[in-house]
């Protein structure tokens, strides 16, 4: 029995879970959810899909905690999970575009995403980096998929070159050069505003 999870190592706290003790699966993910929510947030553009997204990559770490491998972070696991999920909604977004050409494009309730924001932020200070803010986060947002991916791992998650060429299941070169190329297309997006 697992008194005090907080103290306890992951790996422990994954083999009682494994164990039978699924109550302390939330203590296991509770580290994580902020940042697996803003990282599909700022994927999918959209909270309701992204609380769709982060709830179906828990429910998915969990069903398939068995098969994670402890030589990497379940942090880095976790993101890895999230990241397909937020991919899969974008493929069934455009899917659904695809399909709905032909009717009017009434729903246009562009949420942007909520990279960069302290969720605790005194009211006058947010006001004053509102529009900083809302240029990062449409260059942000404009970055072609694989780029804004890489960004928001290293740049925001603040993941290791190594835990971002994991999480992607791309070489840490590809991490290097695709973060590089999005920095500048940022730099290139943003000196042009």
Do not use: C
């Amino acid at each position: 029995m697992v008194d005090n999870p907080q103290v306890v190592d992951e790996a422990q706290i994954i083999a009682a879970i494994l164990r039978g003790e699924t109550h302390l699966f939330h203590d296991l993910i509770r580290p994580h959810e902020r940042s697996v929510y803003v990282m599909v947030l700022s994927l999918l553009q959209s909270e309701a899909d992204a609380e769709d997204a982060a709830q179906e990559a828990f429910l998915k770490a969990f069903r398939n905690l068995s098969k994670f491998r402890a030589e990497s972070k379940f942090s880095t696991w976790l993101i890895s999970i999230a990241l397909n999920e937020a991919r899969s909604k974008l493929r069934q977004k455009k899917a659904m575009k695809i399909e709905s050409l032909d009717a009017g494009s009434e729903e246009d309730g562009h949420v942007s995403p909520a990279i960069l924001r302290d969720w605790r932020e005194v009211p006058s200070e947010a006001l004053e980096r509102k529009e900083v803010r809302q240029m990062i986060q449409l260059a942000v947002a404009d970055l072609p998929g694989i780029y804004r991916e890489i960004f928001l791992l290293r740049d925001v998650e603040e993941l290791s070159v190594n835990e971002s060429a994991e999480a992607l299941g791309i070489s840490v070169a590809s991490v290097k050069v695709r973060l590089h190329r999005a920095r500048m297309m940022l730099q290139k997006s943003l000196h042009h505003n």
